[in-house]
């Protein structure tokens, strides 16, 4: 069970 769709999420919510 990869979290690639948590790090893209993590990558936008950085990018605010």
């Known amino acids: ?3 690639t ?3 893209q999420l ?3 919510w ?3």
């Open 10 to 12: 993590n990558i936008r």
């Open 1 to 3: 069970m990869t979290n």
């Open 5 to 7: 769709h948590l790090v």
């Open 14 to 16: 950085q990018s605010r």
